[in-house]
């Protein structure tokens, strides 16, 4: 949040960077949170693409989650005019709020990532043949399976209540983290479990398990690291902040 604004006439101006922000390589319009130099306080501003001072450069080499464009944003003395400041954000209370949801949906992306490549474990299981069995003959996969089912199973009901919180305007901000923790951290093992069962054909792009083996790193990562969001649940649930 070093991204500054301040008032200038009946317009603010721009100063600083984003990155990673998701499809700014060709949208249109751009939401930016700055801190108000003067106040201190979190506005959000509308700025529309060709506008002076902004520009945006694609990211790229990225491994995982790649059907999404993510751009690093400039913000050198870019000019927006007041009617396109979001005139109801409430300071950072609002971002937290887009925050608690955007969270909530990484969370059920976990899920959905744990979800195919179980099925595609299963399905591979059910299927491959060696030393004249197939595979979910075996002992140990089956194992794995049951494994990656119990996670998927628990990760699917945590992500339910959470969308039920949501709806019911009760989401508070340490329940997002911590299904952000726990279904990343789950996926990540439900992953792994199906990139084993196929062996090696498990890093060959044809077989897709791949595919999920590296969008689950971006999974862990985005939104807010594992270990923010974990600091954010031990802060509510002792009442002590390990925030440096």
């Known amino acids: 949040m070093r991204t500054t604004c301040r008032r200038d006439g009946d317009g603010w101006v721009l100063n600083g960077e984003k990155k990673w922000i998701g499809n700014s390589t060709f949208s249109d319009f751009t939401v930016i ?15 529309e693409a060709g506008t002076p ?23 050198e003395d870019c000019r927006v005019a007041d009617e396109f400041r979001l005139h109801a954000t409430r300071g950072w209370d609002t971002v937290s709020d887009v925050l608690g949801l955007a969270r909530s949906g990484v969370a059920w992306q976990g899920v959905g990532c744990a979800m195919g490549a179980y099925e595609l474990a299963l399905a591979y299981a059910q299927e491959r043949r060696q030393f004249g069995k197939r595979i979910g003959e075996f002992q140990l996969i089956q194992n794995h399976l049951v494994l990656m089912l119990g996670d998927v199973t628990a990760m699917l009901g945590m992500v339910m209540r959470l969308s039920h919180l949501a709806d019911e305007g009760g989401l508070v901000d340490a329940q997002a983290s911590l299904a952000k923790v726990h279904t990343a951290a789950r996926c990540r093992d439900v992953v792994a479990r199906a ?27 985005y939104e807010g690291t594992n270990e923010i969001n974990t600091l954010v649940v031990g802060r509510a649930i002792t009442g002590l902040s390990a925030f440096v």
């Open 33 to 47: 949170w700055a801190r108000d130099e003067e106040t201190d306080e979190v506005r959000g501003f509308v700025v």
């Open 53 to 75: 001072g902004y520009r945006v450069e694609k990211i790229m080499g990225k491994i995982a989650l790649r059907m999404v464009e993510n751009g690093h944003i400039y913000l």
């Open 195 to 221: 990139r084993e069962i196929f062996g090696g054909n498990g890093i060959l792009l044809e077989y897709g398990v791949a595919k999920h083996f590296v969008d689950t790193e971006a999974i862990y990562s």
